[in-house]
């Protein structure tokens, strides 16, 4: 995770996908409109896990499929537009043009999976969570909030 201000880290152990589940749905109603909330973390940390589990909190009752080929899933939802996407593939900053990741920005609430490659589009405004997978297996997740996030967060737990 890049270097930056924010509240100190939150610290969140989550043991199993229920307890993921519930970290997303306590989130969903902090987040609105022109919130970026990025997604960090190896494969298998449970990103796409607690993507589903945010939308869903927010109404989607729909298949929530992994936006890795498709790069962006868009969601109408209770709580406005959501764009999950998935920057995996995405080699250069000028790719994100090309699939509409400022406009989803300006409309709604964007997840960002592989934020990194977002390079300087990513906004300073935001909230990193950093997944983490430990080699005995125990899933956790770190938050840092930027910009107004700091406030919503003061006092969060799921």
Do not use: N
């Not at 940390?45 to 298949?63: I, S």
């Amino acid at each position: 995770m890049p270097a930056g201000f924010g509240t100190l880290p939150l610290h969140f152990a989550l043991p199993d996908l229920p307890r993921t589940a519930a970290l997303a749905t306590a989130l969903a109603p902090l987040a609105r409109a022109g919130d970026c909330i990025a997604l960090w973390g190896d494969l298998g940390a449970g990103k796409t896990a607690f993507a589903r589990a945010f939308l869903r909190a927010l109404g989607v009752v729909e298949d929530v499929p992994s936006p890795t080929f498709a790069l962006v899933q868009p969601y109408d939802t209770d709580g406005g537009p959501v764009a999950h996407f998935d920057l995996y593939r995405i080699e250069a900053e000028a790719e994100l043009d090309e699939i509409g990741f400022d406009a989803a920005l300006d409309d709604g609430i964007i997840l960002v999976e592989w934020p990194g490659r977002a390079g300087r589009r990513l906004p300073d405004d935001r909230l990193d969570i950093v997944f983490s997978l430990d080699s005995s297996g125990q899933r956790a997740a770190t938050l840092t909030g930027h910009g107004d996030w700091p406030a919503r967060l003061d006092g969060f737990a799921p």
